[in-house]
Every structure is written in C-alpha cells, then in structure tokens.
C-alpha cells in the first residue's frame, strides 16, 4: 500500500499542472512527521507556499457567517484537499467501528449517498472500513449529490486512486446535482434504493433560513429512504449542529435511534506528511488557520429506517 500523502499530493499537483516526483527513501526521524518522501524538483515548494493564501481564505470564509467558499477555484480545492480532506477521512471509520456489530452484515453489494460530498473524504473512511472490517462487500456504488460540479475532478483524479490504494472491490461513483436548501428540492428517486445515506460536515455552509429547509428536505428524504436503510450524520464541535440533529430526530418518523447523538474526537490515523507540515504550513500563523490539526471534533448519530 502506498502512503496516502504521496498520493494526495502527487494527484493535487497534477491537477494544478505543476507535476512533483515524489520518491521514497527519506528517514522517518521526527515521531508523527511521516518523512520517507523526497522531491527531486523545487516545484513542491512554490506550490504550496502559494497556496498558503488559499489555506488563509477557507480557514477566514469557515470562521465567518455566513459561509462563503468559492469551491469554482481550484486553488480554493487543492486547499482544502490538502489542509482538510485528510482530517474528515477517519469520523466515519470511528462512528462504523463504533457500531459494528449492527450495521453493513451480511450484503455484497453497498448503495451508498453523500449529501453535500464534495471530495468524498467519508467515502475513503468507509472503504477503509469496509476493507477491513467487511469483506464481505465487493461492490459498492456512489452517489453524491452536492450543488456543484467542481469536486468531480478531485473526486475522479484524487478520492478514487485514494480508494484503489486498498479496496479491492468494485465501486463507482455518479453525481446528482442538488440544492440542499432550496424549497423547492425534488428528491431524486436514487434515495430509494440506498441502504446507508451520509451528510457530513455541510449542516453550517446553511445560512439560519437555509438550515430550517435543510432540516425539512432531510425529512422529505427521509421519507423516501427504504425500511432498513441507515443514515448517519457527522458534522462539526457546534451548539447549534448538536441542536439542527437532535432537532431533525425528533422530527422524523418511523425510525430507530442505533446511535444517540454523541461527541468524539476522532485523532488522525495518519502520520503527518513532512511536506504539509513544512512547506504548506507555518507554526507562527497559526491564527491563519496554517496548522495541521490533530483530528476532528464531531457530532455524530445514526438512525434506523423502520417500515
Ligand atoms: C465543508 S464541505 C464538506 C464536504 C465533505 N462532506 C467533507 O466532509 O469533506 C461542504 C460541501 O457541501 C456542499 N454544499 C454547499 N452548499 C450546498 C447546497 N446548498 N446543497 C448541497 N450541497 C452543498 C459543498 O459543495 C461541499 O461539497
């Protein structure tokens, strides 16, 4: 298996036309700093030193309400490919670990939706998972449904080599184009035939107005999920997550609460990568958002879909 941050920043170089050759073969030294890679060519550094500035701008447009990401840039992508998606890889490995003995038994093909997926860090977690802990899963197909189109190139040249690097199954990914917080939202029939659908991290991109319709059309989805399927809610350390899914509970009917809504602090699994660590980051700006973190802080419940 190859390291996974070689794969991450090899594929986010390509895709900003500016190609690093990473070779193996460094000393791993510092305890928790993966330093087994070398780059032949200076290319690494200009890049990520510019795309500090992008860091700066998705860590000040998270901060304030309400949220505004340019997700059309690709700068503003690499960015967050690089500065989060390796964070939110593990919530979902957690919460299944978690649960395991009750959830994905005894089925060979998964039908699997992401609300508001983007890149699909949770879908890495859950092969990652399904790997491991179910092999009894050899097929698994995707659906996200996000309101823009942009994270399909990160997902085809990035989350999926991520996914080959240790599923050996078959999977395949199709997107829906969908405005979670538009009242007028048609559910696609796809929700029907999902055994798991998951909505991670995209509760607080809603404005306060767009959240009440977020929270009605997730019932309206609800609605049209299949008696046995399972949806899992992630998202971040707020209040007002903690209400928006405690809220939604209540609200939806016919269902089975397997997990109460909890909070964890799911560490990153992965060694920080030397290159992030030194060249994207900046200890004395940390209060640019120019760090890696630990892990993520979430809010996480899972219910049952009963007939
Ligand atoms: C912070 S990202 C989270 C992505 C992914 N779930 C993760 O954990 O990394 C928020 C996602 O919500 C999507 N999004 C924003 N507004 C949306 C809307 N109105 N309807 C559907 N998706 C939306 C964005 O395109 C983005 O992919």
Redesign the pocket.
Known sequence: MECEYKILLEKITDLLESRISLQQGGDAQTVGICEVCKCETPNIDYLLAGLKDKVIELWQAYKNYPIKVD?ADRYVRAAYMLS??PY?IHPIYHVLNVNRNSILDKIEELNVG?L????L??LVGLTKYVSIQKKNIININVTV????TH?NTERSSVTEPLIKNYYPGNFKIESTI????DKKISVSSTIKRLDVLVL???IN?ATDEGKEILKMNLIKIWNELAQGAIFIIIDLNYAEISSFINDLSQSIINKEILQELRKDSVTNALPRCYFIQDKLFDPSREEDGLYPRGGARSYWSIILKKG
């Open positions: 997700y989060y998606f939110y992401f508001g997926g983007g890149a860090p949770e449904f996000d309101s823009t994270w969908v405005n979670l917080w991670q991290n995209t991109e």
